[in-house]
């Protein structure tokens, strides 16, 4: 392509091969633009720039260089680019920056300001050929129109991830990995249906026709799909269509479907219209969706990438190997990352029928005869090696019908879009406390997976290192703290905050069980789930605490000083339960049972000589569990304590003195 310009007018004009001479001009570069536009292109016009005569001068070599070589249609993406930089350029002065009219007054800093406006109003129109674009031709003026040789530096674009969502709660995450389970257990059935039907029905290819190509007799849907597996049989291709099914049949090749032609029986969603060769396919091989459906299955149970799970390489005998012995019926999965050049693994059991392990050994079975087609006929497939290694292959639909189509790591988008669409197929046929989230999406499977081992193994990040195949534990603390943290923790504590200030406004007591059970597994308690909840602790009190109200960490080998009568040879509990506040192995648990020995001790020290108070372990004991209730409110203590204090003085309680079994 030859380019002629003219310096003061901005006018490029290409010529290449056959096309047209096509042309451009950047005159308003000199002279600056209006802020509305008429005419061609004035539905796009992002606005008005004011002109830089000595700029656009200075930038002109380096524009014409840029767009040598290339296509006309190139033209219109380099004027977009120098406009957008033109309108980022006046912002930047009516900011309070230095006016930027020549070569030399454009520094390192602008290219980091373009990419962080200090202002939220800006509209610069940042993308990252935009902004390579025009560090290029600024590097190149710079160099070798003008030769500054001064420090200069266009920064690296900066790609900036988009504010990830929230993470599903466990109670959303659990209706769409059902829904995902569902869909897959139907399409098992519909193969079962399928073989089941082949197996009781009548080859009708053979029946004698009587007049009009009638049949004597009703057929039935299983008729269609035991005939149909015999002209696979004698066709020798696994997808012989309508063309092959007429021909056998002694019709017309483009003719419609004679009446007698099998309906759907009653269980199917279609019953009562003809049986098709789509739909007899797809009681024998994966359709599409069903693809997409086992893939993403496959992805919420093992966290793989979707790139990954396309990945798997079934000709690979190593592909799945047994973890253990035989009665485990564990195997290991591997397939090849190419992210990060090594192999990430999973381990799943071959006794779950939605598990990684059974989803793929389903597959191999359904697609054995694909397989065979494609080595026999490459084309049959535009993507014949890949198909041949890769368990996600299936029959083609619609203008792709008679082919076999194959998901690979370049396809992941198509995850999405079945996603989107079972969704709202789903959503808008069930109550609103079965509906799936329309957030989720099937990238956020990876994050779900990777929060649940987090949380799982007690937020070990090497546990999640090799959950997600992360190679050095750097990758996987970058991961925690930018996107897990960000996406689970911030949502966590936000969630904390509100429970905690919800029971603080309702005077209610904090319950450190009732907020995990509201944060980690989005359970709501119930009234009678409260009461279930105190007569357990009750009855865990009556087991494990002792008289005083603390859990002892040995009662088997007490103190010496706490009970001097045990034998010590760990045969015989401490008896000395009433002892617990002075006890170095002792655990202060329960206010409610301290408050009771405090009152206690406090009535001893005004109802015993001062010579037996000051003998005994009375005083000390007193000091030990006033410190240790200081753990708990002043005023529950002392509200506590009052109502021991009552039971006592009108001698509903009895005052223990000496020592007590656990």
């Not at 005004?606 to 007193?622: G, M, R």
């Amino acid at each position: 392509m030859t380019v002629e310009f003219s310096a003061f007018e901005g006018l490029l004009r290409c010529k290449h091969q056959n096309h047209l001479d096509y042309s451009i001009d950047l005159s308003e570069l000199w002279r600056g633009a209006p802020p509305t536009k008429f005419g061609t292109g004035s539905k796009t016009w992002k606005g008005g720039f004011r002109g830089r005569p000595e700029l656009a001068k200075a930038l002109w070599g380096s524009i014409v260089d840029s767009v040598e070589g290339r296509a006309p249609k190139s033209l219109r993406f380099v004027a977009r680019y120098l406009r957008s930089f033109y309108r980022f350029l006046d912002q930047y002065e009516n900011a309070g920056f230095t006016r930027v009219d020549n070569l030399s007054d454009i520094s390192s800093e602008l290219s980091i300001i373009w990419q962080r406006p200090i202002a939220k109003e800006w509209s610069c129109d940042i993308h990252q050929s935009t902004y390579s674009y025009i560090g290029k031709i600024i590097r190149s003026a710079r160099l070798e129109y003008f030769g500054l040789g001064d420090i200069f530096e266009w920064h690296s674009f900066q790609r900036i991830r988009p504010y990830p969502g929230d993470l599903p709660n466990e109670k959303e995450v659990r209706k769409a990995l059902t829904l995902l389970k569902h869909t897959a257990y139907k399409i098992f059935d519909r193969w079962k249906r399928a073989d089941r039907l082949a197996l009781e029905g009548r080859n009708i290819l053979d029946f004698q026709h009587g007049k009009g190509h009638s049949l004597d007799y009703a057929t039935t849907e299983a008729d269609a799909h035991t005939s149909y597996r015999v002209l696979i049989e004698r066709t020798g291709s696994p997808l012989p269509g309508k063309v092959a099914l007429n021909r056998a049949l002694g019709l017309s090749e483009k003719g419609h479907v004679p009446k007698w032609w099998p309906r759907h029986d009653s269980d199917h969603p279609r019953a009562g219209k003809h049986v098709t060769p789509s739909s007899l396919e797809a009681g024998l091989y994966p359709t599409l969706d069903d693809i997409d459906c086992l893939s993403q299955l496959f992805m919420a149970r093992t966290g793989w990438n979707p790139s990954t799970v396309y990945n798997l390489d079934i000709g690979n005998p190593e592909w799945a190997r047994p973890h253990g012995d035989e009665k485990s019926n564990l195997w290991i999965i591997e397939s090849f990352k190419v992210r990060s050049a090594d192999w990430q693994w999973t381990i799943a059991s071959g006794r779950v029928t939605s598990g990684p392990y059974a989803i793929v050994c389903a597959l191999l079975e359904r697609t054995r005869a694909l397989r065979d087609w494609i080595a026999e006929n490459p084309k049959a497939s535009s993507l014949p090696r890949v198909a041949l290694r890769s368990p996600w292959i299936a029959r083609g639909d619609g203008m792709r019908a008679g082919r076999i189509v194959v998901r690979h790591s370049d396809e992941t988008g198509f995850a999405s879009t079945y996603w989107k669409r079972l969704v709202s197929n789903n959503n808008s046929a069930s109550t609103p406390e079965q509906q799936v989230p329309t957030t989720l999406t099937p990238s956020d499977w990876r994050d779900i997976f990777a929060s649940r081992v987090f949380v799982d193994s007690r937020y070990s990040w090497v546990m999640v290192q090799w959950a997600l195949g992360h190679k050095h534990v750097a990758t996987t603390r970058l991961y925690l703290r930018k996107i897990l943290w960000r996406r689970y923790s911030e949502k966590k504590l936000s969630d904390l905050q509100v429970v905690m200030i919800d029971g603080i406004e309702a005077h209610a007591r904090i319950d450190a069980t009732i907020i995990r059970a509201k944060l980690e597994y989005d359970f709501e308690p119930s009234s009678k789930d409260l009461d279930r909840l105190n007569a357990y602790r009750e009855t865990i009190r009556e087991e494990e605490l002792t008289y005083s109200g603390y859990r002892c960490g040995d009662p088997n080998n007490p103190p010496l000083e706490i009970d001097p009568s045990n034998p010590g040879d760990g045969s015989v509990q401490c008896v000395r339960g009433d002892r617990c506040p002075g006890c170095p192995i002792a655990q202060a648990v329960d206010s409610w049972h301290m408050a009771k020995r405090l009152a206690e001790l406090r009535w001893l020290r005004s109802n015993v000589s001062a010579t037996i108070w000051a003998e005994a372990q009375y005083a000390s004991d007193l000091t030990s569990l006033e410190a240790d209730l200081k753990q708990w409110p002043i005023e529950e203590v002392a509200s506590q304590t009052s109502h021991w204090e009552t039971l006592i003085a009108s001698g509903s309680h009895k005052v223990l003195r000496f020592g007590a079994r656990l």
